[in-house]
């Protein structure tokens, strides 16, 4: 295991549901991250956040809602979304705010919205 | 545009046999390059990491090379094994006014008995 945790595993939705995605890191680092995968498809970086605090936003729908209330806790709150937002979900943590450090990932979350 | 491309988009192997992924990237300037191994199911995993001034770089039976004047990385995987079936991910590190990590959509290695 990699140290860095992430629940549900597998969510279904419908478009008018809300619904949140949870990572948890056990690695002390200071850096968190959300991506998106979808099939085929390079990884999407979405948001990133130091210290709690987000550094960067990627031009991520307003219906994707971050949340770091520690370094060691990242949601993803999610509401109204479409079909197409469909994917894996994977939360990732680094040592610090640099992508000279290698970020370690969970297993993440697929998110089916019908 | 920074981009990285890799190749093959999939590869069926016999257990046991060698195989060289490629990964050729435009990113510049150019900070390092890894290679991340993502099994069914889980997350990617750090395999190696090589900055500019590195040409190779081994974890095990994995063998990464960089050619940072033809802008090119390849892994090349020795004595395959069942264990070695999962998607392979190039992911170069850009250093423009601020770093940024530009994806390959990954390699698929399917190794068969």
């Known amino acids: 295991e990699t140290g860095v945790t992430q629940t549900p595993r597998h969510l279904v939705m419908g478009m008018t549901n809300k619904k949140s995605l949870k990572c948890e890191q056990h690695l002390g680092h200071n850096a968190m991250y959300w991506y998106k995968q979808s099939a085929k498809k390079p990884l999407e970086l979405m948001f990133v956040?130091?210290?709690?605090?987000?550094?960067e936003n990627n031009s991520v729908p307003s219906r994707f809602s971050p949340e770091c209330p520690n370094s060691s806790h990242l949601f993803l709150h999610l509401h109204t979304l479409q079909p197409e937002d469909s994917a894996l979900y994977l939360c990732a943590s680094s040592q610090d705010w640099s992508y000279q450090e290698t970020q370690y990932f969970g297993p993440g979350t697929r998110l089916l919205v019908l | 545009k920074n981009q990285v491309e890799q190749s093959p988009q999939s590869l069926i192997i016999l257990e046991g046999k060698n195989c060289t992924l490629q990964?050729?990237?435009?990113?510049?300037?150019?900070?390092?390059l890894r290679w991340y191994k993502q099994d069914t199911g889980r997350g990617p995993v750090s395999l190696t990491i090589?900055?500019?001034?590195?040409n190779t770089k081994s974890n095990g039976r994995y063998t990464a090379t960089l050619d940072a004047d033809t802008k090119q990385s390849s892994l090349h995987i020795t004595a395959s094994q069942l264990s070695d079936s999962a998607s392979y991910i190039c992911v170069v590190t850009g250093m423009d006014s601020s770093y940024k990590l530009i994806f390959g959509s990954g390699t698929r290695l399917l190794v068969r008995p």
């Open positions: 956040y130091n210290f709690k605090e987000q550094t």
């Open positions: 090589m900055t500019f001034s590195e």
């Open positions: 990964c050729n990237y435009t990113v510049s300037p150019f900070s390092n």
